[in-house]
């Protein structure tokens, strides 16, 4: 949807807002989204988080949900903001104009 540098200019910008993983489905993301293990992105700047029940966002679910049911044995989930035991990516203010 957007270049990661449209993404980026974004972000630096204040084009951006912190969105709480259940209601990420079809949004932009602002930020490399990566899990460790395996250390692989799941979502890049200035891509579309897809649907609700699709496989990204469905495994960025199980693996907030295991955080919050095994504090201390979470995985390292960089790219979103942990708070309250859930995660939070940045993502691009909507709407996406040109």
Known sequence: ?????????RFIRGGTELVPLSE????????????????IPVLMPGERAGRHDGPL???LRVLEAFDQRFPG???ETHGVHHAEG????RCVKEPVTG
């Open 86 to 89: 859930r995660y939070w990516p």
């Open 24 to 39: 990420v489905a079809e949004r932009i993301v602002a930020t490399q989204v990566t899990t460790t293990p395996p250390g």
């Open 73 to 75: 044995f979470a995985d």
């Open 1 to 9: 949807m957007l270049t990661p540098v449209e993404a980026y200019q």
């Open 57 to 59: 966002l469905t495994y």
